[in-house]
């Protein structure tokens, strides 16, 4: 089994809103990922947690706040968004950070859109 | 990590090869060539990665030229399902954990 599983599909959000997104994989993988994607463009990191500690925050706003509350689950909570924000939001795994171990597993993402 | 160069668009014939290729001039002595793949409205999917040697899976070929300076991703024989961008990433193995994917080439298949 090599699938994420991300949720929601497809959200939709006013500027005031907090939600949050889910990851969550099941490979036993010590490493997860977040990225955005904006049409046309390739993916960009956010964020890298490993063994459940937050290992690369790429200068993300504070609007964005990650979270991996066990080694199978990843969050993203989202307030106070703006609609440039709007985006494909990306989960990923992988065994760890080093070497094979690298091989990154995505999801089928989060589909935002800020109004 | 190496930055790596590839064509915009490509065509592809279904039950052809397709053959895309990349650039990665400034590649170092210990960086690997990756190869990802988005298909529409889904994430990226790994496919291949390798150093110097040729590599193949179940899903394609890799060729990388004598110097490290060029490769190749092959998939032997293209279906309608292999239209995708693909992205070639050079990276440091056992070094930065970070994926940083470039424009990517856009492989259209057709019947």
């Known amino acids: 089994d090599t699938e994420v599983t991300q949720t929601p599909k497809h959200l939709v959000m006013g500027m005031t809103n907090k939600k949050s997104l889910k990851c969550e994989q099941h490979?036993?993988?010590?490493?997860m990922y977040w990225y955005k994607q904006k049409a046309k463009k390739p993916p960009e990191l956010m964020f890298v947690y490993s063994y459940e500690k937050l290992s690369i925050n790429e200068s993300v706003p504070s609007r964005f706040s990650p979270e991996c509350p066990n080694s199978s689950l990843l969050n993203l909570h989202l307030h106070a968004l703006q609609p440039e924000d709007s985006a494909l939001y990306l989960c990923?795994?992988?065994?760890?950070?080093?070497?094979?171990?690298?091989?990154?597993?995505f999801g089928a993402g989060t589909r935002l859109s800020v109004l | 990590d190496a930055k790596t160069t590839q064509p915009t668009s490509m065509d592809c014939a279904e039950g052809r090869a397709a053959n895309l290729p990349c650039n990665h001039s400034t590649i170092s002595g210990n960086e690997y060539v990756y190869w990802y793949r988005q298909i529409h409205s889904q994430g990226p999917q790994y496919i291949i990665h390798?150093?110097?040697n040729n590599e193949t899976n179940e899903m394609a070929s890799l060729i990388i030229t004598e110097d490290r300076k060029s490769s190749t991703l092959i998939l032997p024989h293209a279906t309608l399902r292999d239209t995708a961008v693909y992205y070639c990433?050079?990276?440091?193995?056992?070094?930065?954990?970070?994926?940083?994917f470039g424009k990517g080439t856009k492989l259209t298949v057709n019947p």
């Open positions: 990433i050079a990276n440091l193995q056992g070094g930065s954990e970070k994926l940083v």
């Open positions: 390798g150093l110097k």
């Open positions: 990923a795994s992988s065994q760890g950070l080093r070497g094979w171990e690298n091989i990154q597993y």
């Open positions: 490979m036993g993988h010590r490493a």
